[in-house]
């Protein structure tokens, strides 16, 4: 491994911007359907300011690569827009308007921030109708609201479900060991229940329910055990990615959320999983997380895959085309740090709206890290960083913790740092 680390490293010089594969992977996902999604907004919306849709990446993050979709006004107050999606598709989406300065996020009844709604497509026809409490940077709400208080069994045995994630009008909660979870402040009116297990032991479901002021609504839910298949991931390369170095594979199972690494053999990677059939798996490789490192198009969008089982499947081989890992025309930061020999595992933290997952640093033996970002570095300010002795970052470097480094240059830089104690 830290030979194989060794010789890459003059191959991480000549990545840059990677030519698009013809196809992205072989995947045959279910046929598209549309799905029409009306909102109401919150009286005294201005009628000047556009309303649009935001898809969002649960992968790379809430606040990256949403996907904006233009809404038109249906009626007073009211919007809509259609969308085209594969058939068993999960939609996760919240609403924003377009003001003067920025985009405004809706926010719940409470005032909390919506991080997002789900809907579940099952098939075509779908008509959904949803309500915004309030915006925020309007006054809070005063619409009347109601609570639900639900429990989760499974079907085939009864038994109560823990660990189920709930989802309606943007509030999210998880059921607790009894298979109890309950909704306070959901304003008046039929609502859309969303019930996913991110260990992927029971399919999702969805149902309505409505919500009068000031009372419970009850609700008794019953999931179906979810029926696996042995799913192959091959990863075909792009022409310039280095060889040698760890790629993971992410995805919205719990199994998946730090990522599992790919084996490398005939010039590819191949992962088997054990996956539940008929979820909607979104997923991404990468050399990092879901935002550092991330596969990227030529044109540097980040890629999210979508990977939809059909019932029945036992056995089922995708062969993806690796796009790239560079982002754009900004350049790869190469870091090169000499620590103590001791040191064992090393991580690279970097700090972008907060301090990220840190990232396993690549071990060369002798005391030699190295970590080549390839994206994003196309940031304008400095990017501050720091050395870590452990994933938690509870030990740092002892004399000069935070470190700082410029993006977005035509050439890569080579960063290299010495660390001489840890605290």
């Known amino acids: 491994m830290r030979r194989a680390l060794s010789l890459a490293l003059l191959g991480l010089l000549l990545a840059s911007c990677q030519p698009a594969r013809p196809a992205i992977t072989d995947v045959q996902n279910p046929p598209l359907v549309s799905v029409i999604l009306n909102v109401l907004t919150p009286p005294g919306t201005p009628a000047n300011e556009p309303v649009q849709l935001d898809v969002v990446d649960l992968l790379t993050g809430l606040s990256f690569n949403r996907q904006a979709v233009n809404m038109q006004r249906s009626g007073e107050g009211s919007y809509a827009t259609t969308l085209s999606v594969p058939a068993g598709s999960l939609l996760t989406y919240r609403y924003s308007r377009v003001s003067a300065a920025a985009a405004v996020d809706e926010v ?46 499974a079907a085939d045995s009864g038994q109560p479900l823990d660990g189920i994630a709930v989802r309606a009008a943007g509030l999210a909660t998880i059921s607790d060991a009894e298979g109890r979870f309950y909704f306070d402040g959901l304003p008046q009116g039929l609502h859309n229940m969303v019930l996913t297990d991110p260990e992927g032991r029971y399919q999702s479901f969805q149902q309505g329910a409505l919500v009068a002021a000031g009372s419970q609504t009850p609700a008794e839910l019953q999931l179906q055990p979810a029926v696996l298949a042995n799913v192959t991931f091959i990863l075909v390369p792009s022409a310039n990615s280095p060889a040698g170095v760890p790629v993971f594979l992410l995805g919205n199972l719990t199994a998946l959320s730090h990522g599992m690494v790919l084996t490398a053999h005939d010039g590819g990677y191949s992962l088997t999983l054990q996956l539940p059939s008929g979820i909607d798996l979104r997923y991404k490789y990468s050399l990092g997380d879901g935002f550092w490192n991330a596969e990227h198009y030529a044109e540097g969008g980040f890629v999210q895959r979508q990977l939809i089982i ?90 000069a913790p935070v470190r700082q480094v410029n993006g977005n240059q035509r050439e890569m830089q080579q960063i290299q740092d010495n660390l001489s104690a840890w605290q």
């Not at 190469?334 to 690549?362: E, I, R």
Request: proline share 7%.
């Open 310 to 399: 059909p019932a029945g499947t036992q056995q089922l081989t995708v062969r993806d085309n690796l796009q790239g890992w560079t982002a754009g025309s900004s350049a790869p930061l190469w870091f090169d740090l000499s620590a103590p020999a001791d040191s064992g595992a090393v991580y690279l933290q970097f700090k972008l709206l907060d301090w990220a997952t840190p990232l396993p640093m690549w071990d060369l033996g002798g005391g030699r890290y190295t970590y080549v970002l390839y994206s994003p570095t196309n940031f304008g300010e400095g990017l501050e960083y720091r050395y870590c002795r452990d994933a938690a970052c509870s030990q740092l470097e002892a004399d």
């Open 108 to 153: 719940s009844a409470t005032g909390e921030p919506i991080a997002y709604r789900s809907f579940l497509v099952s098939g075509a026809g779908h008509v959904v109708h949803d309500l915004i409490a309030a915006w925020a940077d309007a006054p809070a709400s005063t619409l009347p609201v109601g609570q639900v208080a639900g429990r989760i069994t």
